[in-house]
């Protein structure tokens, strides 16, 4: 029996950014085993400072994607059709380029929230959008979201039934490798791990500002920022660093991918996360540092808390730094406390948030929309 076709649609690192990296997992899963998967790479290959802007390039790109997506659908005639939707109202007029051709060439739908924001989208949209966004989103045989607290996003677009929760997945490559140095973390300064978008609202600029307050109980510490340094905040940071004589502390470096991130993480004491982002979901990040065997320092944001419980991380208040430090440094007191908090989230992982248990539940998402009448 032939098997049905799922036509992705979705950007793939680099930059690295949440739904490209989760279209890379998709991807990279064994979810062809059941399907017969066909990609359409909707990638911007600049720098993550593009998101979000209106220019020439984007709107070529747009129309391109646009043309290749028709393209594929005549070509292909996929079973189902499978994409994120965004939530700035930029971004989802880019997207009705292909809701709103799925909705006419009647191909059943999926499509996925990475986070946040389509209910705020709706409630402040015109009444043009307002039409727009219930005329594209539903015709979705089924929405994706990544916890409980996102299913009142479709209130008015889709009924309750049609939508299903299914939690990110990572592959086991971090934390296959953390087993293997359990309980050997190197000597020398703690080294404090902040690994993701370097935007304000992900937080990196508030832990930036805890450094001074942590320095005044340890200065046998280390801050280490990992991502796109290209972005115009991180040139003010690194301006604030050198002015306040921080460079001895805090360390940018770069973007790190594959066997350079895990070693990053593997070498970190503590990851910080202390993200207030918008659109936040679920981060990747966090499940990264999760596998890595780390504890945690971030906040009671998007799903968060619902992938840490209370026993894998020091909570803080969102743009607080001082509140931010003090957690830092009880963390820092107690190697015990960071081990065990280290094996919880390690724990949790390996329960919940694998790439295999991702597929099979992405997998039954897609069954359902293929079964349902």
């Known amino acids: 029996m032939p098997k049905n076709s799922v036509l992705i649609i979705g950007p793939t690192p680099p930059?690295?950014?949440?739904?490209?990296?989760?279209?890379?997992?998709?991807?990279r899963s064994?979810?062809?085993?059941?399907?017969?998967?066909?990609?359409?790479?909707?990638?911007?290959?600049?720098?993550?400072?593009?998101?979000?802007?209106?220019?020439?390039?984007?709107?070529?790109?747009?129309l391109r994607h646009g043309l290749q997506f028709q393209w594929l659908i005549l070509r292909q005639l996929p079973d189902l059709i499978y994409m994120p939707v965004a939530t700035t109202t930029l971004g989802f007029l880019r997207d009705c380029l292909f809701l709103a051709s799925a909705r006419l060439f009647q191909r059943r739908l999926v499509i996925q929230l990475h986070g946040g924001g389509l209910d705020v989208l709706y409630a402040e949209a015109n009444a043009?959008?307002?039409?727009?966004?219930?005329?594209?989103?539903?015709?979705?045989?089924?929405?994706?979201?990544?916890?409980?607290?996102?299913?009142?996003?479709?209130?008015?677009?889709?009924?309750?039934?049609?939508?299903?929760?299914?939690?990110?997945?990572?592959?086991?490559?971090?934390?296959?490798?953390?087993k293997k140095v359990a309980g050997g973390?190197?000597?020398?300064?703690?080294?404090?791990?902040?690994?993701?978008?370097?935007?304000e609202s992900k937080g990196f600029w508030d832990l930036i500002r805890a450094v001074p307050y942590v320095l005044q109980e340890t200065k046998d510490i280390e801050f280490r920022f990992v991502g796109d340094t290209s972005l115009p905040e991180v040139q003010a940071a690194k301006e604030?660093?050198?002015?306040?004589?921080?460079?001895?502390?805090?360390?940018?470096?770069?973007?790190?991918?594959?066997?350079?991130?895990?070693q990053v993480l593997l070498e970190a004491d503590i990851f910080a996360f202390p993200t207030w982002y918008p659109l936040e979901g679920q981060p990747a990040v966090v499940l990264e540092a999760m596998a890595a065997g780390l504890p945690i320092i971030t906040t009671r944001h998007a799903t968060i808390p619902d992938m840490l419980g209370e026993?894998?991380?020091?909570?803080?208040?969102?743009?607080?730094?001082?509140?931010?430090?003090?957690?830092?440094?009880?963390?820092?007191?107690?190697?015990?406390?960071?081990?065990?908090?280290?094996?919880t989230?390690?724990?949790r992982f390996k329960q919940c948030y694998t790439l295999e248990r991702l597929t099979q539940?992405?997998?039954?998402?897609?069954?359902?929309?293929?079964?349902?009448?």
């Open 15 to 27: 930059p690295a950014q949440g739904v490209a990296v989760f279209t890379l997992a998709l991807l």
């Open 30 to 62: 064994n979810l062809g085993s059941a399907f017969r998967i066909v990609h359409l790479d909707t990638s911007d290959r600049r720098t993550l400072a593009n998101i979000g802007r209106l220019d020439f390039r984007n709107m070529v790109l747009a």
């Open 128 to 178: 043009a959008l307002r039409w727009l966004m219930r005329f594209c989103l539903g015709h979705a045989t089924r929405a994706i979201v990544l916890g409980e607290c996102f299913r009142q996003d479709f209130d008015g677009l889709l009924p309750l039934q049609r939508i299903r929760v299914v939690p990110v997945g990572i592959a086991p490559g971090i934390w296959e490798a953390a």
């Open 185 to 199: 973390r190197k000597a020398g300064r703690k080294q404090i791990l902040y690994l993701g978008m370097l935007v």
């Open 240 to 262: 604030w660093v050198r002015e306040h004589s921080l460079d001895d502390y805090v360390k940018f470096l770069g973007p790190k991918w594959g066997e350079e991130k895990t």
């Open 311 to 343: 026993d894998g991380a020091l909570y803080v208040r969102q743009r607080d730094p001082k509140d931010i430090a003090e957690k830092l440094c009880l963390l820092l007191r107690s190697e015990d406390v960071r081990r065990k908090m280290g094996l």
């Open 345 to 347: 989230n390690q724990e």
């Open 361 to 373: 539940n992405m997998g039954d998402a897609f069954e359902e929309a293929l079964s349902s009448s």
